[in-house]
């Protein structure tokens, strides 16, 4: 009886601590919220000049997002589509990827069948008017908002055209449900590989990467390549699915944790597998993330295919919405995820901040082994490490400006208008014709070098000065030196034609075949392909994965 007494006792002190320190959470949150009142009436009432009420407030909750991680974000009742588009890959409107440039907001690819292309709007199309209105200026946020509207709503629009005689054209065009395809291309890779690639996690994404797979498999395909460069996640459900096509039904492939031990949700395959035996390879790279790492992870883990590229991103967190007032929806990271061996792949702890409040990946010193179903190592932390890693030369400086310029971009866009054709994604080459018209459209006074060999150089030379090693002889050596690593242009695209030829060929093969010519060149001459097709064609499967024959 007195130890009984004693567990009452027990459990009614510590009730009465947990209600005390919940209302001490509670009267913390309202005491702030009161602050945060009072300071905005008194800035509304006394402040000089008028303030936006609702600017100023979004500007609070963003500062106060941020400050948690970059993944819980806030949408307004205008902002609604935008976030829809990205878990339904819809939307309504002309179809069309833009960019900022330069010259302003651009049509970058408008894609196949859209209301954009088949209104003719071609790539390196500058915005001057939508509905009469002046975009000059406008962010391409603002305008893609602008360009968006009820399916079937005509839209009037006022492009510049750089590279046609009649340069400001005008363009009625009839919005429409736009479907985003998650799978821009599948096809054999090599002879007897087949290859999907994934841009996203969305509703669609499953019926699409199953189709295509099937197809493949159809076609004889011995092995599938699954490429998800590049993709920065999506729906976890999604996620789930394609994970079904390759492993048996009911196969638990992620756990969830959030706050609290009744918030464990675990996910297994729900769907009908085409094939649980066909040798799987998933390609990856540092910009791979969330959904792109449960699936490579779950096919890691559970010994069913290997991973080839780059270390992927690290995101092990999972955001879910929340309805609020006045049509309002925050996307809020509400659990970790753990992928079947037990490991969290999250790199970043953003709840361990720095003095200045910067955050950083958790370094390899301290992350944990944990084991696949086939007792191979591997880590957690840091996203996951390939099993087959690739190493990619280094773009030099060059082809970077080349790229970030624009001048593959805008020479393709010139191109396109005086040619009416091309050869096929699979046979197309930069030519000696095409390469010498590149070269000659640079325009050298515009040309942006970044000059780092020469400006290294001067850097030296003062240094030299300073320390008092500059004399008649030295300074000759640094002419001498100077002369060496000074900027030629024309040799300098000879010397990097290899490098340029691909940015050149794809940007030229978009105009014509849109992205899926883009793929098709790419996988002419793609390291990480190679790979997986020499690994899934031989015993190398089965020894990296530990399996007997």
């Known amino acids: 009886m007195k130890k009984l007494t004693i567990i009452v006792a027990l ?4 009730g009465m601590l947990t209600s005390a320190a919940t209302r001490s959470k509670k009267n913390d949150i309202s005491r702030n919220l009161d602050i945060f009142n009072a300071l905005y009436k008194e800035l509304q009432t006394f402040y000089v000049d008028s303030i936006d009420a609702e600017k100023s407030i979004n500007t609070a909750i963003m500062a106060m997002l941020n400050d948690i991680d970059p993944y819980t974000e806030y949408f307004s009742a205008k902002d609604q589509d935008k976030f829809r588009s990205m878990t339904t890959g819809e939307y309504g409107g002309i179809g069309s990827i833009i960019q900022q440039s330069d010259k302003g907001v651009i049509i970058v690819e408008p894609y196949k069948g859209s209301p954009s292309q088949v209104a003719g709007l071609r790539p390196g199309d500058i915005f001057l008017c939508i509905d009469g209105d002046s975009v000059t200026g406008l962010s391409s946020d603002r305008v893609s908002d602008k360009l968006k509207g009820q399916s079937g709503s005509i839209v009037k629009l006022t492009m510049k055209r750089p590279w046609a005689s009649d340069s400001i054209l005008d363009f009625d065009i009839k919005r429409a449900k736009i479907q985003i395809p998650s799978v821009p291309y599948f096809g054999m890779a090599r002879p007897g590989i087949g290859y999907v690639a994934l841009n996203t996690f969305s509703e669609k994404s499953y019926p699409e990467v199953r189709a295509g797979v099937e197809r493949l498999i159809n076609d004889g395909a011995k092995g599938i390549i699954l490429d998800l460069r590049g993709n920065g996640g999506g729906l976890v459900e999604s996620a789930v699915e394609i994970l ?9 492939v992620l756990t969830t944790r959030g706050k609290g031990v009744l918030n464990e949700k675990v996910y297994r395959t729900s769907v009908n597998p085409l094939d ?3 040798p799987v390879a998933v ?6 993330a969330s959904a792109s790492e449960i699936v490579a992870g779950a096919i890691q883990d559970l010994d069913r295919g290997v991973v080839i590229g780059n270390r992927s991103y690290g995101k092990g967190l999972v955001q879910s919405t929340r309805e609020l007032p006045y049509d309002g929806l925050l996307k809020v990271t509400v659990a970790k995820y753990y992928i079947p061996s037990g490991r969290l792949i999250q790199a970043i702890d953003y709840s361990h901040r720095n003095p200045d409040g910067s955050v950083a990946r958790i370094p390899d010193s301290l992350t944990t082994v944990f084991k696949t179903a086939g007792g191979r190592e591997v880590r957690d932390g840091g996203g996951i490490t390939p099993d087959v890693k690739i190493e990619y030369p280094e773009v030099n400086r060059l082809t970077y400006n080349v790229v970030r310029d624009n001048w593959a971009f805008d020479f393709a866009n010139k191109y396109a208008a005086e040619h009416d054709s091309v050869a096929s994604p699979e046979t197309f080459e930069v030519t000696d014709e095409i390469y010498s018209q590149f070269k000659k459209f640079i325009d050298p006074k515009k040309f942006n070098y970044d000059k780092v060999c020469e400006n290294a150089v001067e850097q030296l030379r003062e240094i ?11 300074s000759a050596q640094f002419d001498v030196l100077a002369s060496l690593l000074k900027h030629d242009l024309d040799r300098d695209l000879d010397i990097n034609r290899k490098n340029l030829s691909p940015y050149i060929a794809e940007q030229i093969l978009n105009r014509y075949y849109f992205n899926r010519g883009e793929v098709i060149y790419s996988l002419r001459d793609d390291q990480a392909v190679d790979s997986a097709a ?5 015993s190398r499967f089965n020894e990296i994965l530990g399996k007997k024959r």
């Open 464 to 474: 030299a000065k300073v320390e008092g090693y500059m004399n008649d002889s030295t």
């Open 534 to 538: 020499s690994i899934l064609t031989t």
């Open 283 to 288: 390609l990856v790279d540092g910009n791979s």
């Open 276 to 278: 649980t035996k066909i």
């Open 11 to 14: 459990f009614v002190a510590i």
């Open 244 to 252: 079904g096509i390759f492993l048996p039904k009911g196969t638990t």
